[in-house]
């Protein structure tokens, strides 16, 4: 066997990208909770916490398994490994149906758990960012599996998913930094423009997963915003954290 024939695949301009973007979302996703989850036992916390409850530990537990499998495959594909990318996709379709119904259940949960909403915002209103945004995360997760074979469509889509889901943590990680209000929810739409500007630059078009995925992550990004002050959705959240 010679030399040449061992030799891994030259790693493209295409797979850098997608592979830098989910070490962006990885450690994104880790300063984020770092305070709260992945850190809280290692010194105080920079402001009160409720405690880590079981179905919260889970549910930390899931997602992070997620975001370290999604840079997993990222990696394997800018590698060339596509065959265990390939082994590795029906974990993905477990872990993602088992997220959906943990991360509506613990923001449920979070209605009684004032201290896990931002300060300033009260645990109704913030059930909204949860309750209205795994479903989005979930649908671009499943539809992104569907496109599997499309690998232009189903990278996108899987980035836009990963971007909708920066929400919860930089919500949590930016106003730490002094961010007001509720612009650290709106934040994630930014990490939106690198893919977008890839297309333009590669494709001199923006594809189209990547406008539908943009509209749906700007949707959900701006949605929570609108309605979780109004009457109808606090009635709504505070009939949840009743059942």
């Not at 770092?34 to 402001?47: C, D, E, N, Q, S």
Request: proline share 10%; hydrophobic share 55%.
């Amino acid at each position: 066997m010679t030399a040449t024939s061992v030799a891994r695949p030259r790693i493209s301009g295409e797979r850098l990208f997608f592979s830098g973007m989910a070490l962006l979302v990885l450690l994104s996703t880790f300063l984020g909770f770092a305070p709260t989850y992945y850190l809280r036992f290692v010194g105080p916390p920079p402001h009160p916490v409720e405690p880590l409850n079981p179905l919260v530990f889970l549910h930390g537990l899931a997602f992070s398994a997620w975001v370290l499998l999604f840079v997993s495959q990222t990696l394997l594909v800018a590698t060339g490994r596509l065959a265990r990318h390939k082994t590795f996709g029906v974990l993905a379709l477990v872990l993602a149906l088992a997220m959906i119904p943990l991360g509506i259940a613990v923001g449920i949960g979070g209605i009684h758990r004032p201290l896990t909403a931002p300060p300033g915002i009260s645990p109704l209103s913030w059930a909204a960012i949860p309750l209205l945004d795994v479903p989005v995360f979930g649908g671009l997760i499943l539809a992104a599996l569907h496109y599997r074979r499309q690998s232009q469509v189903h990278k996108r889509l899987m980035l836009c998913a990963m971007v909708d889901m920066l929400r919860p943590s930089l919500g949590r990680l930016l106003p730490a930094l002094g961010a007001p209000g509720a612009l650290p929810l709106l934040l994630p739409m930014v990490f939106l423009l690198p893919l977008i500007a890839y297309d333009l630059i590669t494709r001199r078009k923006v594809q189209p997963a990547t406008a539908w995925g943009t509209l749906v992550v700007v949707v959900a990004s701006i949605l929570p915003l609108v309605v979780w002050n109004t009457p109808a959705w606090l009635a709504f959240a505070g009939w949840l954290g009743g059942l």
